[in-house]
């Protein structure tokens, strides 16, 4: 089956350390996003990509970096400059706007 | 600015208990409004796309309006199982970037 698959989902991330978080989607879809949710707030774009080999900062891209060498793939690193990276990151496709977002499980994000 | 509002937070129903959820949009050239269901832990789930004026969809209990500023989410006699953070999204002017809304949670009671 079509999807999208986030991991891992639970991570848990020291003080001063970068984590990455893995996105893969078998969709064919052409556009990829992350994004933030935090409790009482919307969903916040971190970055995206439309194409192999091309990113974009979204809205709140301070303190993260993402790749995108595969169609399939769009992994997000949290580096250790991003002050308060416990939160909820979803990772989404789509197929040039069409029909919307299909989303990932999410992966929950701890600093301990 | 491209915004999106929804209300209420949140919404307590009896089961059986029919309502509506509001989303309000302010975008240059709207192609199209998203309404998606999140269970706690998980990402969002696309119910519905509306994209003019009068258009309506309808899945199960749920039915979705929309006009020129606002999109209605209707639920009819809900079940507990209906219980969820239901958003609303729309794509920035001339981009395929979704800007959300904060959502509503919705909890039904048996």
């Known amino acids: 089956d079509g999807g999208i698959t986030q991991s891992p989902k639970y991570l848990f991330r020291k003080e001063g350390q970068n984590v990455t978080l893995s996105c893969e989607q078998n969709?064919?879809?052409?556009?990829m996003y992350w994004y933030r949710q935090d409790p009482g707030q919307g969903l916040r774009l971190i970055y995206y990509s439309q194409i192999v080999n091309d990113f974009q900062k979204g809205d709140i891209a301070e303190g993260y970096s993402v790749s995108r060498e595969k169609k399939e793939s769009f992994p997000l690193t949290v580096t250790s400059a991003q002050k308060n990276p416990t939160a909820f990151y979803l990772c989404?496709?789509?197929?040039?706007?069409?029909?919307?977002?299909?989303f990932g499980s999410g992966t929950r994000l701890t600093v301990v | 600015e491209d915004q999106v509002t929804q209300s209420p937070e949140a919404l307590r129903l009896q089961e059986g208990e029919s309502s509506s959820l509001n989303c309000s949009y302010t975008v240059s050239g709207l192609r199209g409004l998203f309404w998606y269901r999140q269970d706690p832990g998980k990402g969002p789930e696309f119910l519905f796309t509306l994209y003019s004026a009068g258009e309506e969809k309808e899945k199960e209990r749920l039915k979705a309006t929309l006009t020129k500023k606002e999109s209605f989410l209707h639920i009819t006699a809900p079940k507990p199982e209906d219980s969820a953070t239901y958003l609303c999204a729309v794509p920035t002017y001339n981009t395929d970037k979704l800007i959300f809304g904060t959502g509503t949670r919705l909890q039904v009671f048996p």
């Open positions: 969709l064919n879809h052409d556009a």
């Open positions: 989404a496709s789509s197929l040039q706007g069409k029909d919307g977002y299909t």
